[in-house]
């Protein structure tokens, strides 16, 4: 299963197995990953440093128990659109001061490509 347009795309995940498996169904997708970050500060060290700019990133909302709202402001003044995960619900993500449309852990290949999807330009 594969997609009409390879994305570069950065992604920031804490969880180490996730962040594994994430890049795993992007390649298989056909898609470059960029970079990757664990936490917050890593994720804005890594974009500051970046050659070229990603087409989207994936951003796990909570990062080790904070919030990526930093991560995601980032993305967001340099234009860089953000695909949020999280397994956790509407009220938790407002606390976190999210409120993005999100693919809910766990989710599978093709919960990541219809994501993708909606930042594919021909």
Known sequence: MTTTKQLQIFVVEDEAMIMLDLED?????????LGTAANPQTALDLLDGLVAAPDVAIVDANLGGSSARP????????????????????????????????????????????????HMRA
């Open 71 to 118: 991560v995601v402001d980032a993305l967001e003044s340099h234009g860089i659109p953000v695909v949020l995960t999280s397994g956790y619900g509407a009220s938790e993500l407002k606390r976190l001061g999210l409120d993005h449309p999100i693919v809910r852990k766990p989710y599978s290949s093709r919960d990541i490509e219809a994501a993708l999807s909606l």
């Open 25 to 33: 169904i992007l390649r298989d997708l056909g898609h470059e990953v």
